[in-house]
Nanobody, 117 residues
């Protein structure tokens, strides 16, 4: 079965940085697009970034463009999200996902990111 395990979350001050990592298993990682999403309780899950199976193409939500960078290592079955210049509105649970047809189809458990003073 698909397993996606996020790590690297925590609490940071505004303007700070965090790097999230997602370790994948149970499927052919190199054949699938991957993505990051985020969710605040009571709100719809929000797209953050995605990366093509070979890592050549990326797409970002306008809210994070220029601040976040998605990357992957197909030899290690990992996908990362580097988050810089963090703001309070970035506070959310962040989820790693397998992406098919531009939409998330399988999800990790999620990891908390809190940006506050």
């Amino acid at each position: 079965q698909v397993r996606l395990v996020e790590s690297g979350g925590g609490s940071v001050q505004p303007g700070g940085s965090l790097r999230l990592s997602c370790a994948a298993s149970g499927f052919t990682f190199s054949a699938n697009d991957m993505g990051w999403y985020r969710q605040v309780p009571g709100q719809e899950r929000e797209f953050v970034a995605r990366i093509s199976s070979g890592g050549r193409s990326t797409l970002y939500a306008d809210a994070v463009k220029g601040r976040f960078a998605i990357s992957r290592d197909n030899a290690k079955n990992t996908v990362d999200l580097q988050m810089n210049s963090l703001e309070s509105k970035d506070t959310a649970v962040y989820l790693c996902a397998v992406v098919t047809g531009g939409r998330g189809i399988a999800w990790g458990q999620g990891i908390q990111v809190t940006v506050s003073s």
